[in-house]
C-alpha cells in the first residue's frame, strides 16, 4: 500500500525538467533581475525623430523649440559620419537635412509677426566724427578677407545692431555658429573669402 500511495504521489508531481533539476528546486526568479537592454534607435532613426519635432516647432511658431532640435540634428551629423547617406543608401543625405532645417527656419521666420521698424535698420543718422574715427581703429586691428569701408554711414548702423538690434544680433550669431563651419568649408574648397560666410547674417539673420 505504501508503495502504491508513493506511486500515486509521484504522478501528482511535476516531471523533472531536461536537464534533471526537478521544477521545486529550480532557481526562482528573482525581482531584482535585469530587463534586457532596450533596443536603441540608431542614428538616422533619432535625426528623423528630431526632424518631425523640428517640423512641429516651426509650424507652432516655436523658435526656441526648433533652434534646440536644430541643434541636436547637427550635433548628430557632426559625429556620426555614417549620416552621410540614407539607410537605403541615397547620397546627400547631410544635404537633405539642411536643406529641410532652412526651410523650416524661413517658416518660422516668414511667420514672425515681430518686423517692426524697430527691427529694421533705420536710416544713417549723423554721428560725430571722433565717433568714426574710433570704430576706424578698432577695424584697422581686425582682421579681414574683404575691404572693409568704415565711414559715418557704417558707424550709424554698427550702433544700431549694437544697441537697439543687440538682443537680436546675440541669438543670430548664435544661429550662425551651426552654419558657418559648413559655410567656411563650402568657400574654402572654392578658394573663396571667407568673410562671405557672414553674408546670411545681413540677409536673413541665419
Avoid at 71 to 92: H, K, S, W, Y
Wanted: charged share 25%; hydrophobic share 40%; glycine share 2%.
Amino acid at each position: 500500500m505504501l508503495v502504491v500511495l508513493a506511486a500515486v504521489a509521484g504522478c501528482r508531481t511535476a516531471p523533472p525538467t531536461h536537464d534533471g533539476i526537478h521544477p521545486a528546486n529550480a532557481p526562482a526568479a528573482t525581482a531584482n533581475s535585469d530587463p534586457a537592454p532596450a533596443a536603441q534607435p540608431d542614428a538616422h532613426d533619432q535625426v528623423e525623430a528630431l526632424l518631425a519635432s523640428a517640423q512641429d516647432a516651426a509650424a507652432r511658431g516655436d523658435a526656441p523649440e526648433f533652434q534646440d532640435c536644430e541643434a541636436a540634428v547637427f550635433q548628430l551629423l557632426d559625429r556620426t559620419p555614417e549620416l552621410a547617406v540614407r539607410p537605403n543608401d541615397c547620397p546627400a543625405y547631410r544635404d537633405d537635412v539642411v536643406a529641410e532645417l532652412a526651410s523650416l527656419a524661413d517658416q518660422i521666420d516668414d511667420g514672425d509677426d515681430d518686423t517692426t521698424a524697430d527691427n529694421s535698420p533705420p536710416e544713417p543718422e549723423p554721428v560725430a566724427e571722433t565717433h568714426v574715427s574710433e570704430v576706424q581703429e578698432v577695424a584697422r586691428q581686425a582682421k579681414y578677407d574683404l575691404p572693409v569701408v568704415v565711414n559715418p554711414e557704417v558707424t550709424s548702423l554698427i550702433d544700431f545692431y549694437t544697441g537697439r538690434y543687440r538682443e537680436k544680433l546675440i541669438a543670430a550669431l548664435e544661429r550662425a555658429s551651426i552654419y558657418l563651419p559648413y559655410i567656411r568649408a563650402e568657400l574654402k574648397k572654392a578658394n573663396m573669402p571667407l568673410d562671405l560666410a557672414w553674408l546670411p547674417l545681413v540677409e536673413s539673420a541665419f
